[in-house]
T-cell receptor, first 112, second 114 residues
Framework: QQQVKQSPQSLIVQKGGISIINCAYENTAFDYFPWYQQFPGKGPALLIAIRPDVSEKKEGRFTISFNKSAKQFSLHIMDSQPGDSATYFCAPRGTGGFKTIFGAGTRLFVKA | NAGVTQTPKFQVLKTGQSMTLQCAQDMNHNSMYWYRQDPGMGLRLIYYSASEGTTDKGEVPNGYNVSRLNKREFSLRLESAAPSQTSVYFC?????????????FGSGTRLTVV
C-alpha cells in the first residue's frame, strides 16, 4: 500500500546550492503536508508544513511547493549548508489527524 | 523542556523475551503514537492513542500491545520478541488529531532481537 513516494533516495549538493526533494501521494484524503528533518541518532523534527489550500510556503531558506492537482509537494532548501546534511521525510497526514504516512526518506549531503 | 522522553535508549533481547518500551511527554498533548523505523522504509505507525483512555491500531500492530497509562505516558510492549522486530522505535505526541501542527518525537529506542 505505497501511498507516498519520495524522491530522490539520496542527494549530494554543493554548499550554497539548491536542494530539491519531491513527494508524490495517492490518497486525496490528506489535509496537512509536513516535512520532517532527522539527524543521526535523533528523532524526526518538524521542519515546515503546508495546508492544501496554499500553493507555497516559505520559512527562511526552506520552501514547500504544493501542487494539489498533481498530488505532489516538494521541499526546496536554498543556499544549502553542511549543517543541512540530514535525512528528510515527507509525511502527509490523513483527515481525522491520526494517520500520518511517512515517505521512505531522502539522505541529503551538502559538500563544504 | 524535556518534550518526549523514551526509555531505554538501547536494548538487546533474545527471541521470545518480553519487554516494555516507555514513553512520557510533558507538553500536555492529547495524542500519542508509536512508530518503528527500518532502513529504506521510513517510519511506520504501530499504534496510536487519540486521547487518554483510547488506543487504536496503526499499519503494523502485530506482535505489539500498548497502554495509555495516563495523559503523559504511553507504553509499547513486546510479549514475545522476534528478530523481525529489530528496529528503532520512536514515540511521538501531538496536541490532537488535526490543526496546523505536526508531531514531536522522542530520540528513539534501538532494539535488537537475537
Amino acid at each position: 500500500q505505497q501511498q507516498v513516494k519520495q524522491s530522490p533516495q539520496s542527494l549530494i549538493v554543493q554548499k550554497g546550492g539548491i536542494s530539491i526533494i519531491n513527494c508524490a501521494y495517492e490518497n486525496t484524503a490528506f489535509d496537512y503536508f509536513p516535512w520532517y528533518q532527522q539527524f543521526p541518532g535523533k528523532g524526526p523534527a518538524l521542519l515546515i508544513a503546508i495546508r492544501p489550500d496554499v500553493s507555497e510556503k516559505k520559512e527562511g531558506r526552506f520552501t514547500i511547493s504544493f501542487n494539489k492537482s498533481a498530488k505532489q509537494f516538494s521541499l526546496h532548501i536554498m543556499d544549502s549548508q553542511p549543517g543541512d546534511s540530514a535525512t528528510y521525510f515527507c509525511a502527509p497526514r490523513g483527515t481525522g489527524g491520526f494517520k500520518t504516512i511517512f515517505g521512505a526518506g531522502t539522505r541529503l549531503f551538502v559538500k563544504a | 523542556n524535556a518534550g518526549v522522553t523514551q526509555t531505554p535508549k538501547f536494548q538487546v533481547l533474545k527471541t521470545g523475551q518480553s519487554m516494555t518500551l516507555q514513553c512520557a511527554q510533558d507538553m500536555n498533548h492529547n495524542s500519542m503514537y508509536w512508530y518503528r523505523q527500518d532502513p529504506g522504509m521510513g517510519l511506520r505507525l504501530i499504534y496510536y492513542s487519540a486521547s487518554e483512555g483510547t488506543t487504536d491500531k496503526g499499519e503494523v500492530p502485530n506482535g505489539y500491545n500498548v497502554s495509555r497509562l495516563n495523559k503523559r505516558e504511553f507504553s509499547l510492549r513486546l510479549e514475545s520478541a522476534a528478530p523481525s522486530q529489530t528496529s528503532v522505535y520512536f514515540c511521538a505526541s501531538s496536541p490532537g488529531g488535526g490543526g496546523n501542527y505536526g508531531y514531536t518525537f522522542g530520540s528513539g529506542t534501538r532494539l535488537t532481537v537475537v
